[in-house]
Structures are given as C-alpha cells and as structure tokens.
C-alpha cells in the first residue's frame, strides 16, 4: 500500500496527464485520439519543449525566469525574414544572422544578470518591452501588412513538414520503422543504465518496475509512431524537440556543468564558496536560453511560414507553466527535463482539448491562469509534507 | 568640502536633474510644445494611472523587490466590470464601490496565495495577469462598452468638464487654480518651517538651513509655476486630485504609520523583522490587497478617462508602474524607496511618453526607449548601491 502512494507521488503529473487526456478523448467523442490530433499537439506545441527547457536551466539556478523570450522570438523572426525575404539572402547565412543575434542577447543579457548583478525579471521585462515594439516596428517597415513571407522552401523544409510525406490516412512505414527503432534504443538504454549502476554498487530499483516503465515507455512511443504514421508521417519539428530534449537531459544529468545549475539552486553562496564560478553558470543559463529562443523561433517561423508582430506573444508564460506544472522548483534547485517534458505535453493537452471543446479562448487564458497557479501551490505544499517527513 | 557637498546633492537629486534634462531636451526637440499649459494637463490625466498603480507597487517593492504583473489586466477587469454595469443602468456609486471591493477582493486572493503559501510573487501575478485578462474579455464579450454617466465622468477625471470650476471667475485664467497653487506652497513652506522646529527641539539631526530654505523655496516656486500654467488651461482637473490624494496618503502611511514602517522593514532583512515579533505574512497580504484596491481605482480612472472600457485596457500598465517606481529609486531588492522618488520616477516616464509623441516618434519604438529607460536606471541603481558597499 505504502509502495502504491510513493509510486503515486513521484509520478502525480503523469497520472494526471493520463486522466486530463482520457477526459479530452472522451469529451470530444475520440477526436482527441485521431491522427491528425496527434500530429497537432507536436507541431503546435514543440516551440513549448525547447522553450521550456531554456527556461528550465534558467529556473533551476533559483527560480530565476526569462521574461523576454516571447518577445525575442518575434524579434528573431523579423530579423529572418527581413533576411530571407526581403534581401533574399541565402537560407543557410540568414540562419547562421539570426544565431548570432541571439548570441549576441544572450550573451548581454546574461553579463547583466550574472556580473552586474540586475535582477533577471527586471532585465527581461526591459527586453520584453523593448523587442516587441523593435519586431513590430522592423516588420510594419519592410511590409505593407505588417507581416513578412513567403519563406524560401529551403527554409521550411528544415523545420517543418514531415520526413518522407506519405498521404494522410496512409500508412507511413518510415515512421513506424523510426518508432520501432527508437523503443529498442530506449530499451538498451535502460538495461545498460541498470548494469552499469548495479556494477558500481548504487540503489537500484526493483526489476519489476524497470519492466513495468519499459513497457509504458514502449508502448507510449508506438502509439505516437503508429499514430503519426497516419496522419503523414513523422514531423520534421519532433526531430528539434527530441534532439534538443535529449541534449538537455544528458547535460542536466550527466555534466558537471549541469550538476552545477542544481547546486546553484539549492545554495548559490555554498556553490560559490566551494569555488565553483556562479557568475559564470548564471551568465550560461541566459546565453543558453537566448540559443535556445531563436531554435524555438525557426520552428514557429516555420510553421506559420511567415514572420508576424504577434508571434511569441505569451510563450513565457507557457514556458514558465511547462516548467511549473512538470515540477520544477519555483525557488530552484530541482527539476527534471523529463518532468518539464510532461509539464509541457499537460498543458498542450489542455490546450488542444479545450480547443476541440470549443472553449471560448478566452475561459481558454483563465483555464491556464488557474493550472499555473494550482501547479505551484500543489508543489509547495507537497514539498512542504516531504520536509515533515 | 565644498566639492563632496555638491556631488552629494548631485548623487541624492540624480532623477531630479535627470528628468530636468529630459524636460530640456523635449523643449527643445518639440520647438517648446511639451511645456504648453495643455500639454502639461494632459500629462497628468493620461499618467493618472500610473500614479496611482505605481504607489500600490511600489508598497508591493518594498517588502522585497516584489511585483505584481497582474495589475493591467485587473485594471481591464475591474474597468470591464464597471462599464458593463452602468451601462445596464446601475448607480454610479454602486459600481464605483462594486470596482473598488472587486479590486481589494482580487488583491486579497492573491495576497493570500503569496503571503500564506509562500507562492512566489511573479509566478502568482503572472497567473493572475492571464486570467483576468481572459475574464475581462469575457465580461465585455470581446466588445467595447462606452461609459456615458456623466456623474462619474467629470468626478474621475473624463471628457472636457472634469476640471474645477473657476468660482473667482477669471477672464482669462482660472483664478481658483492660481489661488490653490498658491495655496498649496504656502502649506508647503510652513510644514517645512514647523518640521524643522520640532526636529531641532526633539535633537534630531536637521540639514543645513540655506539647504532646506532653497530646497522649500525651489518646490515652492514649481508648484506655482505649476498651477500657474494650468490656469491657463482649463485649471484643476478632476485626475490631479485622486493623484494628490493617493500620494498624500501612501506618503503618510510609508513614512508615519506602522505598518508602513513594517513595509520597509521587512524589505530589509525579512528574518529579523519576524524574530522581532512582526507578522510579516500579514505585512506580504496588505501590501498586495492593497495593490488591487489601488488597482481598482486605476480602472476607475482609466475608464472614464477614456469613457469606455475595452478589453485591450491596461495591457502594460504594471510595466509602466514597475519602470515608475525603479526609475524613482525604489531598490529592487526592496527595502528602500520612496513615494516622492516614485513621483519623480513616473513623471520622467511620462515626459519621454509625450515628448516621443508630440515629436511623432513610432509608437513602437516608444516601448524600445522605455525598455532601455528601465534597464538603465535599474542599472544605476545597483552600480551606484555597490559603490556605497
């Protein structure tokens, strides 16, 4: 019994998420279950995973938020198409333009936050104002309606679509081969990652529920091959979001850099007393997450194909809620890509069923207010149990 | 000597010359436009708001560079609220007490969640700021409801008859606004004397006596100078009044009560200020419900300033009353700051506002220049602290 709470406990978001979905699915008479609705909830939602992840590396240094990275998206957008559309430069260098710009923020942003000391939402809240209005007036300049296209295909062909298109309804193999694959990767992983553990003496858990999350594993991740491979494919976007997803977890587990973002967290004046470099960590996080900000604009460019003055508007917030919802500390110090992944696949969930629902958009803004507020206060008040315990 | 005493006055009226300079710079860059009568009552009616949210913040800053993001759309919210119902025919002082509970009630909500749960400021706010933008889009139905009571037109400060009558009858000045600005620095110069007297009898420390008399003889002769130029135009409107209100007040509580004393206090160091035996959670709860009674009162204003409410109201509000307060030397790890300061923070926004626009400088780049205004002072602020370290 006691078993049966922990395991509750520790999983709480994926349960709800489980349920959130099964209530969609059945709300909306299976729509919610078609291909085409799986396809929406990645294409839709992917600027949220590598948004989030930024944010996240931000968050575990203690809590410390980007507010500007709706408003840098846009801006990056503009810069792209005054680069790709206006002066027709070449799809390569224009994204080479716009990675620098976003170095460029990054690394202001993050001396100014690390080694000037300025708190992070008062220097973000500056580049949220100033880069909304600075996209808005570039694009009301180099376009009569205020919004910049058509890109170059070459562009497009990067960041959205699908690798190897079939017809929707058609069953695509590629896809599902690429499914079967990935769960025999992920299958090696975990029983290699067992050994290895086992091997070095550490904590193991018991063999009944590696098999028991392997077989959720897979059978999640043939759902979703089986169920793209339907609706034409596997998208190109999913691609960004599991590399840049795996390259977080490796880092945020696995590195000493990453170690460090936790440590920062939990005791930054510790971390700085044991001669660990906190400006430094803290100046990365912000660089970090102005790269990461411009990956996420490629993709909503790409997927609207055009380049608008209302683009990004919000995304913080959905980025702060993934982070939030999917466990990370409101104070720092804790968190996991993997929580924040399932934060983010909650909330498009949410978003897209109430979508579906024909929920009017703006009970749509309450709705997330409130899932917002209510992550953060189960957090808390369930941290708050485990520190009794 | 000499020298270090003028690098202090200079050190302690940085803003004070700050927004001189600024002054000068649109006087001459709007060929003398920005210092017509009307332009000068324009000012204060359309930074009405900004007075009034930047006071509730900067109590909300105090207690720790705390913020609230949500005032906007409570000032939308509660605007919405108001125009819906006098427009069905309910009494304007009903509504106008219904907008002003709904404010404190909202401010309570939230105060309850930072103050007793310990949800962090921002994230609590931030929740708040998506749903009540979404709840005023619902009460106004997505549309425009115009305000036609002329009762609470005039007395909050909309359309052409929100001024005080000129009972004296001047030809071509309002006598009675002169007579009041006269008036006013009359009081102004006797506090100052009587102060001074009791602070000389109680042994407090007391500046030196040119100093305070050219101090009290410069405010006393701008404020003449003030309501001098309003007399020539129209004289005393309705929004100067609930401003001079509201900072009369906020002054008396942050600088002669308690509980503004506690403000500061727990800004300062938050620990010892509950070890000391204050209910700091209590100080957190009033200074938020507090920011939505005033943020309440900003709707009130807003609305009838612009005899409607629609549901685009107050978006970026609570960043010009963050930028106000900063720009006004509030610290942003609280503690310190002031409702003068804060005066002269908020008036120095609203002279670039008018300026850029009288110079008819893209609004878009208007929000660009105040991002950077922000950044800027935020900067000074923290350079100009470690200086004093």
Same mark, same amino acid.
């Given at each position: 019994?006691?078993?049966?709470?922990?395991?509750?406990?520790?999983?709480?978001?994926?349960?709800?998420?489980?349920?959130?979905?099964?209530?969609?699915?059945?709300?909306?008479?299976?729509?919610?279950?078609?291909?085409?609705?799986?396809?929406?909830?990645?294409?839709?939602?992917?600027?949220?995973?590598?948004?989030?992840?930024?944010?996240?590396?931000?968050?575990?240094?203690?809590?410390?938020?980007?507010?500007?990275?709706?408003?840098?998206?846009?801006?990056?957008?503009?810069?792209?198409?005054?680069?790709?559309?206006?002066?027709?430069?070449?799809?390569?260098?224009?994204?080479?333009?716009?990675?620098?710009?976003?170095?460029?923020?990054?690394?202001?942003?993050?001396?100014?936050?690390?080694?000037?000391?300025?708190?992070?939402?008062?220097?973000?809240?500056?580049?949220?104002?100033?880069?909304?209005?600075?996209?808005?007036?570039?694009?009301?300049?180099?376009?009569?309606?205020?919004?910049?296209?058509?890109?170059?295909?070459?562009?497009?062909?990067?960041?959205?679509?699908?690798?190897?298109?079939?017809?929707?309804?058609?069953?695509?193999?590629?896809?599902?081969?690429?499914?079967?694959?990935?769960?025999?990767?992920?299958?090696?992983?975990?029983?290699?990652?067992?050994?290895?553990?086992?091997?070095?003496?550490?904590?193991?858990?018991?063999?009944?529920?590696?098999?028991?999350?392997?077989?959720?594993?897979?059978?999640?991740?043939?759902?979703?091959?089986?169920?793209?491979?339907?609706?034409?494919?596997?998208?190109?976007?999913?691609?960004?979001?599991?590399?840049?997803?795996?390259?977080?977890?490796?880092?945020?587990?696995?590195?000493?850099?990453?170690?460090?973002?936790?440590?920062?967290?939990?005791?930054?004046?510790?971390?700085?007393?044991?001669?660990?470099?906190?400006?430094?960590?803290?100046?990365?996080?912000?660089?970090?997450?102005?790269?990461?900000?411009?990956?996420?604009?490629?993709?909503?460019?790409?997927?609207?194909?055009?380049?608008?003055?209302?683009?990004?508007?919000?995304?913080?917030?959905?980025?702060?809620?993934?982070?939030?919802?999917?466990?990370?500390?409101?104070?720092?110090?804790?968190?996991?890509?993997?929580?924040?992944?399932?934060?983010?696949?909650?909330?498009?969930?949410?978003?897209?069923?109430?979508?579906?629902?024909?929920?009017?958009?703006?009970?749509?803004?309450?709705?997330?207010?409130?899932?917002?507020?209510?992550?953060?206060?189960?957090?808390?008040?369930?941290?708050?149990?485990?520190?009794?315990? | 000597?000499?020298?270090?005493?003028?690098?202090?006055?200079?050190?302690?009226?940085?803003?004070?010359?700050?927004?001189?300079?600024?002054?000068?710079?649109?006087?001459?860059?709007?060929?003398?436009?920005?210092?017509?009568?009307?332009?000068?009552?324009?000012?204060?009616?359309?930074?009405?708001?900004?007075?009034?949210?930047?006071?509730?913040?900067?109590?909300?800053?105090?207690?720790?560079?705390?913020?609230?993001?949500?005032?906007?759309?409570?000032?939308?919210?509660?605007?919405?609220?108001?125009?819906?119902?006098?427009?069905?025919?309910?009494?304007?002082?009903?509504?106008?007490?219904?907008?002003?509970?709904?404010?404190?009630?909202?401010?309570?909500?939230?105060?309850?969640?930072?103050?007793?749960?310990?949800?962090?400021?921002?994230?609590?706010?931030?929740?708040?700021?998506?749903?009540?933008?979404?709840?005023?889009?619902?009460?106004?139905?997505?549309?425009?409801?115009?305000?036609?009571?002329?009762?609470?037109?005039?007395?909050?400060?909309?359309?052409?008859?929100?001024?005080?009558?000129?009972?004296?009858?001047?030809?071509?000045?309002?006598?009675?606004? !002169? &007579?009041?600005?006269? =008036? #006013?620095?009359?009081? +102004?110069?006797?506090? %100052?004397? $009587? @102060?001074? /007297?009791? *602070?000389?009898?109680?042994?407090?420390?007391?500046?030196?006596?040119?100093?305070?008399?050219?101090?009290?003889?410069?405010?006393?002769?701008?404020?003449?100078?003030?309501?001098?130029?309003?007399?020539?135009?129209?004289?005393?409107?309705?929004? !100067? &009044?609930?401003?001079? =209100? #509201?900072?009369?007040? +906020?002054?008396?509580? %942050?600088? $002669? @009560?308690? /509980?503004? *004393?506690?403000?500061?206090?727990?800004?300062?160091?938050?620990?010892?200020?509950?070890?000391?035996?204050?209910?700091?959670?209590?100080?957190?709860?009033?200074?938020?419900?507090?920011?939505?009674?005033?943020?309440?009162?900003?709707?009130?204003?807003? &609305?009838?300033?612009?005899?409607?409410?629609?549901?685009?109201?107050?978006?970026?509000?609570?960043?010009?009353?963050?930028?106000?307060?900063?720009?006004?030397?509030?610290?942003?790890?609280?503690?310190?700051?002031?409702?003068?300061?804060?005066?002269?923070?908020?008036?120095?926004?609203?002279?670039?506002?008018?300026?850029?626009?009288?110079?008819?400088?893209?609004?878009?780049?208007?929000?660009?220049?105040?991002?950077?205004?922000?950044?800027?002072?935020?900067?000074?602020?923290?350079?100009?602290?470690?200086?004093?370290?």
């Amino acid at each position: 019994m006691k078993n049966a709470i922990t395991v509750l406990r520790k999983n709480t978001m994926i349960f709800v998420l489980v349920l959130v979905f099964l209530f969609f699915t059945l709300m909306t008479k299976g729509q919610m279950f078609t291909a085409l609705n799986f396809n929406a909830l990645i294409t839709q939602n992917a600027y949220v995973y590598i948004l989030a992840t930024g944010m996240l590396m931000c968050m575990l240094t203690g809590g410390n938020i980007d507010l500007s990275c709706g408003s840098f998206v846009c801006f990056v957008g503009a810069i792209g198409g005054i680069c790709m559309v206006t002066k027709e430069m070449g799809t390569g260098i224009s994204i080479l333009i716009m990675l620098l710009v976003g170095i460029v923020y990054g690394s202001i942003l993050g001396f100014i936050i690390a080694y000037m000391n300025i708190p992070p939402w008062i220097a973000t809240l500056a580049g949220y104002l100033a880069f909304r209005g600075w996209a808005t007036a570039l694009l009301s300049a180099n376009s009569s309606t205020g919004s910049i296209a058509p890109f170059p295909k070459s562009y497009l062909s990067i960041f959205s679509g699908k690798i190897f298109e079939t017809a929707i309804g058609v069953f695509n193999v590629p896809c599902m081969v690429i499914g079967v694959i990935t769960c025999a990767v992920v299958i090696a992983v975990m029983i290699m990652g067992r050994k290895n553990r086992v091997k070095k003496g550490y904590e193991v858990e018991s063999m009944a529920a590696m098999i028991a999350k392997m077989v959720i594993a897979v059978a999640v991740i043939l759902l979703f091959a089986y169920k793209l491979a339907f609706s034409g494919g596997l998208p190109t976007v999913l691609l960004w979001v599991v590399a840049v997803v795996l390259v977080y977890q490796f880092i945020t587990s696995k590195t000493t850099i990453g170690r460090y973002f936790y440590t920062i967290g939990g005791n930054k004046e510790a971390t700085r007393l044991s001669g660990i470099d906190t400006k430094k960590i803290m100046f990365m996080a912000y660089l970090n997450m102005a790269v990461l900000t411009v990956i996420s604009a490629f993709t909503v460019v790409a997927r609207f194909q055009a380049a608008n003055a209302t683009a990004g508007t919000n995304f913080e917030m959905d980025a702060i809620s993934a982070c939030v919802v999917g466990g990370v500390s409101a104070y720092g110090g804790s968190g996991t890509v993997f929580g924040m992944v399932v934060g983010a696949t909650l909330i498009g969930v949410i978003n897209l069923g109430m979508s579906l629902m024909g929920v009017d958009a703006n009970w749509q803004r309450v709705i997330k207010g409130v899932v917002l507020l209510a992550a953060v206060v189960f957090e808390i008040l369930n941290n708050k149990d485990k520190m009794k315990d | 000597m000499e020298n270090i005493k003028i690098a202090d006055v200079l050190k302690k009226y940085t803003m004070v010359i700050a927004l001189i300079l600024v002054i000068i710079f649109f006087q001459v860059g709007t060929e003398g436009k920005i210092l017509f009568a009307q332009n000068i009552n324009n000012l204060i009616s359309q930074n009405a708001y900004v007075f009034v949210l930047a006071t509730g913040m900067l109590l909300c800053i105090l207690t720790g560079g705390n913020i609230d993001l949500s005032v906007g759309s409570i000032v939308c919210f509660v605007g919405g609220i108001g125009a819906v119902m006098m427009s069905n025919g309910n009494n304007m002082i009903l509504a106008v007490i219904v907008m002003l509970v709904i404010g404190l009630l909202v401010g309570m909500f939230q105060g309850f969640w930072i103050a007793y749960i310990k949800v962090p400021p921002f994230i609590a706010t931030l929740a708040g700021m998506y749903a009540f933008r979404g709840l005023s889009n619902v009460v106004l139905q997505g549309y425009a409801v115009s305000v036609t009571d002329t009762a609470f037109l005039n007395i909050f400060g909309g359309g052409a008859e929100c001024y005080i009558p000129d009972f004296f009858g001047g030809e071509t000045m309002n006598m009675t606004c !002169l &007579i009041a600005g006269v =008036l #006013i620095a009359a009081v +102004y110069i006797l506090v %100052t004397v $009587k @102060t001074r /007297i009791s *602070r000389k009898k109680k042994g407090y420390e007391t500046g030196s006596l040119t100093g305070d008399a050219v101090k009290a003889v410069v405010i006393s002769a701008l404020i003449i100078w003030l309501f001098y130029k309003l007399a020539n135009f129209r004289g005393i409107s309705a929004a !100067l &009044i609930w401003i001079a =209100l #509201i900072l009369l007040i +906020y002054s008396y509580i %942050t600088n $002669k @009560t308690t /509980i503004g *004393r506690y403000l500061y206090a727990v800004g300062g160091n938050e620990k010892a200020t509950r070890l000391s035996g204050v209910n700091t959670k209590r100080v957190y709860f009033f200074a938020y419900a507090n920011m939505g009674l005033l943020a309440g009162l900003a709707g009130i204003l807003t &609305i009838a300033r612009a005899a409607s409410a629609q549901p685009t109201y107050g978006q970026g509000y609570e960043m010009d009353a963050i930028a106000a307060c900063f720009i006004g030397g509030a610290s942003a790890y609280g503690g310190v700051g002031s409702v003068m300061g804060m005066v002269v923070g908020a008036t120095l926004m609203g002279v670039i506002n008018q300026g850029m626009s009288i110079m008819g400088i893209n609004a878009n780049y208007q929000s660009v220049v105040k991002g950077l205004v922000l950044l800027i002072a935020i900067i000074f602020d923290v350079m100009s602290k470690k200086e004093k370290n």
